[in-house]
Structures are given as C-alpha cells and as structure tokens.
C-alpha cells in the first residue's frame, strides 16, 4: 500500500529540509558592499529542449489544482477533482480504514464523505461539498504507447503537490497488489511512484490524466524495498467507467470483471481453498464445493490466493476455463467452469 510509513518518513525529510537552509546560509559569506562578480550564462539550450522544459511547466500548471491531499486515521495519499460537482477519484486503498477524511486543495481543506469503492480495481469516490474545485481532464488511456511521456504528481511522503517525471515503460496485465487484488490492465511507468503517490495523476503532456498512480515495485534484494523506475497506474479508461458508475449509481453495476462465485483461503501454497461457494454462481454450477482446492487455471499454477486472483483478471466473462482441483478425499479432478461478471458491490 502506497501510503504505508509515512510518518516515519516525515521527520527524516524534515531535518534534510533544516539541514539545507543552514547550509544555504553558511555559505553566504560574501560582503554585501562587495558582491561578487557573477558570471554569464554559457549555454544556449536548443529550442526544443526550452520547448519541452515550458510543456512540463505548463502541465504542472494546469493540473496540480485538480490534484488533492486526502488524509484518514490510516495516513495520507492523494486524490483526483473527477467532476464540477466536487467528486474525487482516489485509490481504494487510499480510504481503507474508513473516516472521517480530509481533502486538502492548495490552502484550503474540507472534510469529504465516502461516496462509494470497489476493492477490485482499487478505486474509490469522496465528495466534497460546497467547495470550488477544479476537475482534471481525463485522456484516452488506450491510445498510450510505450515511449510516451508521463508526469505524475501526487504528495509523496506527505510532501504536497510533489512533481516526477519519465516514460509509459510498458502495459502489464493482472496485476497483483499482494493483497487479494489484481488489477487487469496497468500502465507501467519510469515515472518515480513513492508512498502517498497513491490515488494521484500521471499526466501526458497536454495535462490529461493518463491514469492513477497505485503502487511501485519491490525488489526483494533490497529488502523488499521499492525498485527504483518500476511503478504502476490504473488507466484512465477503467477509472472513468468505474468513477462514473459509482458517482451516479454509488456502486459498481456492469465491472467488466471475471467471477468465480466463491470465497476463497489461503493453503500456504498448495493452492487456493475454497471456503464458500455462492449458490447459482458458476462455481456451483461448475460442481466445486466448500472444501476444494484450487491448483491451477487454464494451466498457470495457482498456489497463492494472488495467482488466482491475477490470472482470473486477465479473463473475460463468459469465457470458459479449465481448472486443476484438488478434492477434499484427495482426489484430482479437471473441471470445466464458465466465468461470470462480478456482481459489483
């Protein structure tokens, strides 16, 4: 979760902060009735590259309004102004915990109420009434290519409206957030993705949102700790269908998402338990029952609750898959089981 450790951060950021002003001023040992002679810049930066440098500022410009600071008994992250209407897009996790929340816009702060989430794809709505927020614009996330530039901006750390900055890497699909979450389509990105990004924007050049920064890779060689240049952001598409269904409906009514109907344990790797299963969703019909154990899907190994769940997203309703079970007298079993849509919640 993108948010974590935030508080731990702070204190150290703030004395790197003091440390630099002392230094600042230290080093200010010149007379004021004898300045020194400064010299002339010698360099002439290419047109374009002055172009290019005014395009980052633009955007930076233009969108860090729209780009709030979200803040519950969990910690800080960052939200999206969706609408003139005072609805904000965040991540799901950004809300865990429940309220009361707070939305900080520039110098100003309100306090929001949950308009709705869906855990699946990480995204949730809070309002804001009664206050003059400026929406963001959304761009068309399935026209990216990988080479494309993106800016995010969020409050890493809790530092406001901090700017970062690199490329579309690639697309990854399923997605594990390494909680029971996979997301099916994500937009990899150089840009740096740090706690508190969560729920923020990663814009294109023409200061469109391209998606919401969500979570960043961990390398386990360093610890678990994030890999630098390795981050991920839900696409704008999938965050204005789901936005716009909660925001009108306070719900999730069509996810687009694949269902299994069931309820599900983990086996501390020997697969994935199912605990329940949902009377007359496809896994009833499909024969499994409270007991079995789930292996593998249309052959990908399912030893983790994370491996279902990421190969599952990436699956479309209707689509029939073949699933390796393991039943409860011990006896192996290929099942062949029809997906349905997720019901929302």
């Known amino acids: 979760m993108l948010r974590r450790h935030i508080w731990w951060l702070a204190p150290l950021a703030g004395a790197v902060v003091a440390g630099a002003v002392v230094a600042a001023v230290s080093l200010g040992g010149g007379s004021s009735s004898n300045p020194p002679q400064t010299g002339h810049a010698r360099l002439k930066p290419a047109a374009a590259a002055l172009a290019f440098q005014s395009a980052i500022t633009a955007v930076v410009h233009e969108l860090s309004p729209s780009v709030v600071q979200i803040q519950n008994s969990q910690g800080l992250g960052s939200g999206i102004v969706f609408d003139s209407n005072g609805d904000i897009v965040t991540n799901n996790h950004v809300v865990e915990g429940g309220g009361p929340y707070t939305v900080t816009a520039g110098a100003h702060s309100y ?167 949902t009377a007359g969703g496809p896994a009833a019909k499909a024969g499994l029952g409270s007991g079995d154990v789930i292996t593998s899907v249309n052959g990908h190994q399912t030893a983790t609750i994370d491996d279902l769940t990421s190969v599952v997203s990436e699956l479309k309703p209707g689509t029939t898959v073949e699933l390796g079970v393991v039943k409860q007298d011990g006896g192996h079993k290929t099942v062949h089981l029809t997906l349905g849509t997720f019901p929302g919640d």
């Open 111 to 277: 306090g929001a109420s949950l308009v709705g989430r869906f855990a699946p794809d990480d995204l949730a709505i809070l309002h804001v009434s009664g206050a003059h927020l400026t929406p963001a614009a959304f761009a068309d996330s399935s026209k990216l290519d990988v080479g494309d530039f993106g800016i995010a901006i969020g409050n890493p750390l809790g530092l406001r409206s901090s700017v970062t900055e690199g490329i579309v890497s690639a697309f990854r699909q399923g997605v594990s957030e390494g909680n029971g979450v996979a997301l099916p389509l994500m937009i990899q990105t150089s840009a740096a993705i740090n706690p508190g990004n969560s729920g923020g924007a990663l814009a294109d050049l023409q200061g469109r949102v391209i998606g919401i920064p969500t979570l960043a890779a961990t390398d386990p060689q360093l610890g678990a700790g994030a890999a630098p240049g390795i981050g991920f952001a839900i696409p704008s598409n999938l965050v204005k269908d789901i936005a716009t269904q909660i925001i009108r409906f306070g719900h999730v009514v069509h996810s687009h998402r694949a269902y299994l109907g069931v309820e599900i344990g983990d086996t501390n790797g020997a697969g994935v338990l199912v605990q329940s299963v």
